[in-house]
């Protein structure tokens, strides 16, 4: 594909400081089935990590349970030294096997994660930290805590939240400087709008997982089909420019270890979606969907797209 790059999207500053573009990486789907393990296609992983550079990619979001650690340790192999390159990653659940994800929020295992995830980059510093979950088994203020500590001592720069509300922001905030929060967001899952405005108002990054997903909206004559048609494009690439639309603090990270599905994705950002197209999305995909699932073990949807993340 020709004239695709990712910088098209604009920047976004993390803690006022780190700069990154809008549209990044998330690197979950490199890893095994059930995001568990080494992946199939080890060799298709790492061309699609060295293609994001040459894309205009300068933001990777990954985790210490992808894997678990097997994410971590590709971007290395791939990426290592980083350069101009901005790695994000979490903390704050622990695996027991594929698609099963447990909160683990105990102060002294989150530091554990944070020594690990520096050793499996080769980093210093971690540029943006996140906690994965706040365990309700242990007090919030306990894993807040932990993580002022990790700015504290300049093992992480940055730090943020993931699938939190407006009150637990604000009670984090009380502890450290929330920098990001990764909640699911998506054309058709409009369950964290709140959070998302909240972000916009205190220039918090907002890092929407599962960006791609248009639901029903997706199918032959619907009105996202039209439009998509109307860009020779695919539903899944104006659900993504909607999402980049949507708000200057969005951070879309649509992941995938396939590099004709990256370049698929970053070639959304050559949509400009005018601002009735945007606005008749926008009400349709407020139309009601089928309620949320319980979000303690957490089943990852099927790679189809190329741009599920969590």
């Excluded at 899952?189 to 791609?212: K, M």
């Excluded at 969005?250 to 601002?275: C, F, Q, R, W, Y």
Aim: aromatic residues 6%; contains cysteine; hydrophobic residues 40%.
């Amino acid at each position: 594909m020709a004239d695709i790059r990712a910088d098209k999207s604009g920047t976004f500053a993390i803690g006022g400081d780190l700069e990154v573009t809008r549209l990044g990486f998330g690197a979950m789907r490199i890893t095994g089935n059930g995001i568990w393990g080494e992946p199939a296609d080890h060799d298709g992983a790492i061309a699609t990590l060295k293609r994001l550079p040459e894309l205009g990619v300068d933001f990777i979001d990954t985790a210490d349970s992808y894997g678990p650690d097997i994410s971590e340790w590709l971007i290395k192999e791939a990426l290592h030294p980083y350069g101009d390159i901005k790695i994000a990653t979490k903390g704050g659940l622990t695996r027991t096997g594929p698609n099963v994800w447990l909160p683990v929020g105990r102060p002294e295992y989150l530091r554990q994660q944070v020594h690990k995830s520096l050793r499996n980059l080769g980093v210093e510093q971690i540029a943006l930290w996140q906690l994965h979950r706040i365990d309700t088994k242990v007090p919030a203020d306990e894993q807040f805590g932990a993580i002022k500590e990790f700015l504290d001592e300049g093992l992480i720069a940055h730090a943020g939240l993931s699938e939190v509300s407006v009150d637990e922001i604000k009670a984090a905030q009380k502890v450290f400087p929330v920098s990001t929060v990764q909640n699911r967001y998506n054309l058709v899952d409009r369950t964290s709008e709140e959070v998302l405005d909240y972000c916009a108002q205190n220039n918090i990054g907002f890092i929407p997982w599962h960006p791609l997903a248009a639901g029903e909206l997706a199918n032959s004559g619907s009105l996202l089909d039209d439009i998509a048609k109307k860009h020779d494009a695919a539903p899944s690439q104006v659900a993504l420019a909607w999402v980049l639309k949507r708000s200057p603090v969005m951070l879309p990270i649509p992941g995938t270890s396939k590099v004709k599905h990256l370049e698929e994705n970053i070639a959304a950002t050559n949509i400009s979606l005018s601002d009735a197209d945007f606005a008749a999305l926008d009400e349709e995909g407020k139309r009601p969907s089928p309620p949320r699932p319980p979000d303690q073990t957490y089943q990852a949807p099927p790679d189809k797209s190329g741009g599920v993340f969590l």
